[in-house]
Each structure stands twice: as structure tokens, then as C-alpha cells.
């Protein structure tokens, strides 16, 4: 059975951090279907390619920016004769900066907005690209230099440019962010069913086919193609999702958690959620909060506005 790879990242508390820096993608190189806790940003700049992104397909084009939030599944499907050439950085929203209670800013607001919306896709304005550009070159030289205040210099870039991508899509109705823009209506219908309904006990695939007007045969075969998953694993991993989130916002037993997903089994979700994330219900959730206890360097605010470094506790 195919099911979303998890990828894993060095836990550093002190900078949750990495980047990966103009890298060719190309179809025999790309990571297959797969989901993280952290937040993510893709810039492509140049090649061509298509991007799965939770329920959308998106066209993958020089100037496009795709803003991931955690536990999204995603996966470029990069053009054979056109590679594409990208950035993606990941990081722990510990590092997003803390402003005065006055502010009702917040550099997470494009995230939430993307996730809100399920609109995932930037088109960056040929403008702004350089100022984009030489932000990911300078997060990603901070990092190789490993200089004095390296991880401070990168919270600043980091957060400098999320306040451009906000003030950009804030600013300019032209540039919000993107809806689908590839793929059969019919497919894109079924995404949308599945999101909305995944934690319910949804039937086969005869029945989504009915419900699509499509033959079961074309629906396997397009939903594999353009998905790269079947659907039930699909669905599996959109539930697993919605079972991590559960369990580090709410104090509900893992056994209310598993049924609200639509599993009545209490031994198949263990069973499935360590396939998907390597470990137990349970360990995650003591694994994730104790890690959000740890210390980290964070961006605050002085009451006259200036930026300064606190070590958080």
C-alpha cells in the first residue's frame, strides 16, 4: 500500500529551521506524496511541473510561490523536459515573530488564510521577485556560514519576508492567492467531497464514481495519476491529519479522537497513525508538547518597537 511519506527534520529547539536551497526537481528525484508538521514555503524559478496540494492542483510556473501549512499533504510533480528549480524552507511557527498586544498582525496570517480558503498558490509580481530571492539566498548563506547570531539573522529574514508576502496579499486583490487551476471539474470535485467529508464513514469507490458520473476504472486511474495516491490511502492520511491536530488542541481520549475520524477500530487507527507518523497516538502527542516546552530563541518587540532577541521559556 502507497501511503504520504513523513518527513522528518533534525529537532533543533534552539533554530526549528531548514532550508533547501535551488534545488532541481525532477520527476525521479522528488519526494512522493507527503506531510510534516512544519510550515512550508516553495519559490519556483524556473521549469515546469504541477503541484498537489492537499485538494487542489496547481500549475507550477517561474515567479509561483506555494504556502504549505503543517500536516498539508503535497507533492510536485515536476516536468520531465522542464525541471523545475525551487526553494522550500520549513520551519516551527516558534520562530514567527511576537509583537506588542496592540498589533493584531501576525506573520502566520498567510498560513491561516490559505488554510482557511484552501488556496495554497502566489503568483509572486516579477517586482517583488529579486527582494524574494535574495532573502532565501541570505537565510541559506546564514546557515552555511553558521556566523555569530546566525540563527537570529535568520528568525529576522524570515520573518521580514513573511510580512512582505502578507502586506502583498493583504494590499493587491489581483494577488490573492490562487484557486485549482488544473484538473478535470469532476476530479476537483471529489477532492473537495473527500475534504469535507473524510471523517465520515464514506463509501467506496463505486459510489464516488457514481457520484462523479465517471466509471470506477477512470476514476482510480485519474485520481493515481494526478494524485499519485489511491483513494484510500487518500483519505487515510487526510483522517490522520485531522487526528494530529486533535490531539494537540483538545483533551479528547485518543479513543474519542479515533472515532470523530471515522475509525471505529481502536487497533486499526494505532495501527494506521504509526504507519503515517512512526509513532503512537499517544507518543505524539507527549512527543510534540514536551518539544513545545523547551526553550527557544525567539523576535519580540521593546514598547518603542525595537526588535530584540528573548530566549523564550
Known amino acids: 500500500m502507497q501511503k504520504p511519506l513523513i518527513k522528518n527534520f533534525i529537532n533543533n529547539h534552539l533554530l526549528p529551521f531548514d532550508i533547501v536551497f535551488k534545488d532541481q526537481k525532477t520527476p525521479n528525484r522528488?519526494?512522493?506524496?507527503?506531510?510534516?508538521?512544519?510550515?512550508?514555503?516553495?519559490?519556483?524559478?524556473?521549469?515546469?511541473?504541477?503541484?498537489?496540494?492537499?485538494?487542489?492542483?496547481?500549475?507550477?510556473?517561474?515567479?509561483?510561490?506555494?504556502?504549505?501549512?503543517?500536516?498539508?499533504?503535497?507533492q510536485a510533480l515536476p516536468d520531465s523536459e522542464s525541471p523545475i528549480t525551487a526553494t522550500a524552507l520549513f520551519f516551527d511557527p516558534q520562530l514567527i515573530g511576537h509583537y506588542s498586544a496592540g498589533d493584531s498582525f501576525t506573520n502566520m496570517q498567510v498560513f491561516e488564510r490559505s488554510r482557511k480558503y484552501k488556496s495554497y498558490k502566489l503568483?509572486?509580481?516579477?517586482?517583488?521577485?529579486?527582494?524574494?530571492?535574495?532573502?532565501?539566498?541570505?537565510?541559506?548563506?546564514?546557515?552555511?556560514?553558521?556566523?555569530?547570531?546566525?540563527?537570529?539573522?535568520?528568525?529576522?529574514?524570515?520573518?521580514?519576508?513573511?510580512?512582505?508576502?502578507?502586506?502583498?496579499?493583504?494590499?493587491?486583490?489581483?494577488?490573492?492567492?490562487?484557486?485549482?487551476?488544473?484538473?478535470?471539474?469532476?476530479?476537483?470535485?471529489?477532492?473537495?467531497?473527500?475534504?469535507?467529508?473524510?471523517?465520515?464513514?464514506?463509501?467506496?469507490?463505486?459510489?464516488?464514481?457514481?457520484?462523479?458520473?465517471?466509471?470506477?476504472?477512470?476514476?482510480?486511474?485519474?485520481?493515481?495519476?494526478?494524485?499519485?495516491?489511491?483513494?484510500?490511502?487518500?483519505?487515510?492520511?487526510?483522517?490522520?491529519?485531522?487526528?494530529?491536530?486533535?490531539?494537540?488542541?483538545?483533551?479528547?481520549?485518543i479513543e474519542t479522537i479515533a472515532h470523530n475520524c471515522g475509525y471505529e477500530s481502536l487497533p486499526y487507527f494505532h495501527k494506521l497513525f504509526k504507519k503515517f507518523t512512526g509513532v503512537t497516538p499517544s507518543l505524539y502527542r507527549k512527543k510534540v508538547i514536551n518539544e513545545s516546552d523547551k526553550p527557544f530563541y525567539g523576535v519580540s518587540s521593546s514598547p518603542d518597537g525595537t526588535k530584540i532577541a528573548l530566549l523564550y521559556e
Open 30 to 74: 522528488e519526494l512522493p506524496e507527503h506531510l510534516h508538521d512544519r510550515f512550508e514555503l516553495v519559490y519556483v524559478y524556473s521549469g515546469k511541473g504541477t503541484f498537489f496540494l492537499n485538494k487542489m492542483l496547481y500549475e507550477m510556473n517561474e515567479g509561483d510561490l506555494f504556502i504549505i501549512p503543517g500536516n498539508t499533504i503535497h
Open 123 to 253: 503568483v509572486v509580481p516579477a517586482a517583488m521577485r529579486p527582494m524574494l530571492e535574495e532573502k532565501l539566498k541570505q537565510m541559506h548563506e546564514e546557515l552555511e556560514i553558521h556566523e555569530a547570531g546566525f540563527r537570529y539573522a535568520v528568525q529576522l529574514h524570515l520573518n521580514s519576508l513573511l510580512i512582505s508576502i502578507n502586506r502583498l496579499i493583504l494590499k493587491e486583490s489581483h494577488h490573492q492567492l490562487a484557486s485549482s487551476d488544473v484538473g478535470p471539474s469532476w476530479l476537483l470535485n471529489i477532492l473537495q467531497h473527500i475534504d469535507q467529508f473524510h471523517t465520515n464513514q464514506i463509501a467506496g469507490l463505486s459510489y464516488l464514481a457514481k457520484y462523479t458520473s465517471v466509471s470506477a476504472a477512470h476514476l482510480s486511474r485519474a485520481f493515481k495519476q494526478l494524485t499519485g495516491m489511491n483513494i484510500t490511502d487518500y483519505v487515510n492520511a487526510k483522517r490522520i491529519s485531522t487526528a494530529k491536530e486533535l490531539l494537540l488542541t483538545t483533551d479528547l481520549s
